[in-house]
């Protein structure tokens, strides 16, 4: 059985935790009606348990183990330590009003990722913005809301990117189009001290930043921002996740990865070093 390092966050530990047992399931020859059956639920309720899209009961897992032959002490404790751990609320519980269900799985995923890679197109990615580009941005796509609720959600953001910070921080690696900082959200100076923050985070070793340019014309990520995610344990596999208007997309399957993975290769390889990110930063900044 997989042995977790501390740190990891709920939503990771999850899908660990579900993948072991997808594994011994398989290895049995079991099928998920059949484990399903057991514990009084369904097929997709398996499903759901082996994607780490839920939480888990302590007494189905136990179950479940039975069925699959895992008897020794050892290794049915440390599985259902996992899902105790599994079943721990995250920092962001307390947002959960604020956080769609979609959103609340990246978030998680975030927390416990060893490597961040990512493609913006239309605004600074959230763990690189601004308070005041945060405001900003939340703002316009909040119409309506109360200001309460927008400085929680400036609140919530700025909370995510302590995970840059930490003993375990990932390497953030961003490819950001000129557009999404060309575009003066919040007003000039808003504008003007977001440029001269993502100047600041170059010197964290951690965070490496290109620009797309405008002068390359077409390239190979004309269909939008994404996200590949990386995490310690070698049975996690990266998961890309691509944001929509009012949901997000979470693939893992090796072919998606492997297209996905080319295309920020390509990205990487026709954007600007990070020596010429800083150039390009101070000209956008100057001309605004």
């Avoid at 751990?85 to 995923?109: I, K």
Wanted: glycine letters at 8%; one cysteine or more; proline letters at 5%.
């Amino acid at each position: 059985m997989t042995q977790t390092q501390p740190g990891h966050g709920p939503t990771a530990l999850r899908i660990l935790l579900g993948t072991q047992l997808r594994k011994l399931r398989e290895d049995k020859g079991i099928s998920r009606h059949d484990a399903g059956h057991l514990i009084r639920g369904s097929e997709s309720k398996i499903s759901r348990m082996e994607l780490g899209r839920v939480s888990f009961r302590e007494r189905d897992v136990a179950d479940l183990l039975t069925m699959y032959g895992v008897a020794e002490d050892d290794a049915r404790g440390a599985i259902l330590e996992l899902v105790e751990r599994a079943n721990e609320p995250g920092w962001w519980h307390r947002f959960t009003d604020l956080l769609p269900s979609w959103f609340q799985a990246y978030v998680g995923l975030e927390e416990a990722a060893e490597r961040i890679r990512t493609y913006e197109v239309q605004f600074v990615p959230g763990l690189l913005q601004t308070k005041e580009y945060a405001r900003a941005v939340i703002t316009a796509g909040a119409v309506g809301a109360a200001p309460e609720e927008i400085a929680r959600r400036v609140d919530l953001r700025l909370e995510r990117q302590r995970v840059l910070e930490g003993p375990r921080r990932p390497m953030f690696w961003a490819v950001i189009d000129e557009a999404a900082l060309s575009r003066p959200i919040g007003g000039t100076e808003v504008m003007r001290g977001q440029l001269q923050h993502l100047i600041e985070l170059m010197d964290q070793p951690n965070v490496t930043l290109q620009v797309m340019p405008f002068n390359f014309g077409g390239h190979a990520a004309e269909g939008g921002a994404f996200s590949i995610l990386r995490f310690p344990d070698a049975e996690l596999p990266d998961i890309i996740y691509v944001e929509q208007l009012g949901s997000a997309l979470y693939l893992d399957k090796r072919d998606e990865v492997d297209r996905y993975s080319e295309v920020m290769e390509r990205l990487c390889a026709v954007s600007t070093t990070p020596g010429e990110t800083v150039e390009i930063l101070r000209k956008i900044s100057r001309a605004l």
